[in-house]
């Protein structure tokens, strides 16, 4: 894995990521009472995205040095992914 797509891999872990963590822990307008005129009833009250950016990224990191390890070690191949026999084994190229 060469250093651009080091960097893409970590950019698509760290989206996943954050989309799973902009839920955690939201406090809607609604919920609190204190709706926005303007604003729907679901939008967030209190948002902290600095916080959840933070935390995306340490999440990421680990996931990313993880699947980094993986690829690097040659643990998991694509031809162990070819579960339909549609690549040739390197004999007989």
């Known amino acids: 894995m060469g250093p651009v797509s ?7 872990i760290w989206f996943l990521v954050l ?6 822990r939201l406090e809607t307008q ?4 204190e709706i926005v005129p303007g604003t729907q009833a679901g939008a967030p ?3 902290n995205m600095w916080k959840k950016a933070r935390l995306t990224t340490y999440v990421a ?10 690829i690097w070690s040659d643990l998991v191949t694509v031809r ?8 040739r084994p390197p004999s007989e190229r």
């Open 80 to 87: 162990d992914l070819d579960w339909f026999n549609r690549m």
């Open 30 to 33: 609604g919920d609190k009472g």
């Open 45 to 47: 009250a209190n948002l």
């Open 61 to 70: 990191i680990v996931i990313w040095a993880i699947a980094a390890a993986v």
């Open 6 to 12: 080091g960097l893409v891999l970590f950019a698509v």
């Open 19 to 24: 989309f799973v963590v902009l839920p955690l």
